[in-house]
């Protein structure tokens, strides 16, 4: 998602908003109000996103899992259907909330702390497992090293697979977005039973 604003959708990060913070630190100090407020405009909705999610996620439980799930592929396939003169700000927030809630109740995978939406905890943790694992010759800590580089693979093939995808398919690239989660929505709602 965050490729995908970036790339086809105004240079914004709609997912990472530490990239947009910086982005909104530059514009301010080249006095660019326009491009401060485009990017204040995902920020909000990221704040807004996880202030709803937590509280989804305290009244629903592990029901919210799959209802978040089903929310983010309906949402994704609705952006894949608008216009493509369709303002970017209405793909900033959308994928900005999205995004948030998804990072507020996915923060864990296997007992490994996770991140699906952006990649230094993952490369600090990869290193750092990596040499446990080396030094000590600690199996656990390979298995963690394992997890962290798979989900570096796997943002960094997201973005290729962006990319390539989205000289074909333009504004509909999205739609690609909601192949994994689909996957995934399968797979808790089989735990679930």
């Not at 796997?154 to 390539?164: D, N, P, Q, R, W």
């Amino acid at each position: 998602m965050g490729a995908y604003s970036y790339f086809l959708k105004g240079g914004v990060f709609a997912n990472a908003e530490t990239a947009n913070l910086l982005i909104l630190a530059l514009n301010i100090a080249e006095c660019d109000v326009d491009g401060a407020v485009a990017v204040l405009i995902p920020i909000s909705a990221f704040f807004i996103g996880t202030f709803f999610s937590q509280m989804f996620i305290e009244k629903l439980g592990r029901l919210w899992i799959p209802i978040l799930l089903g929310s983010e592929i309906v949402l994704l396939l609705l952006l894949s259907l608008l216009p493509s003169d369709t303002s970017y700000t209405v793909y900033h927030v959308v994928i900005a909330i999205i995004s948030s809630m998804q990072f507020n109740s996915f923060r864990e995978a296997r007992g490994v702390a996770m991140s699906t939406l952006f990649c230094t905890a993952h490369l600090r943790g990869f290193g750092s497992a990596m040499y446990t694992a080396f030094a000590n010759g600690d199996r656990s800590a390979m298995k963690r090293s394992l997890y962290h580089g798979g989900l570096i693979l796997t943002f960094v093939t997201g973005g290729i697979l962006c990319a390539l995808s989205s000289t074909i398919l333009g504004t509909h690239t999205i739609a690609l977005s909601s192949l994994p989660l689909l996957f995934v929505l399968q797979e808790v709602l089989r735990k679930e039973k």
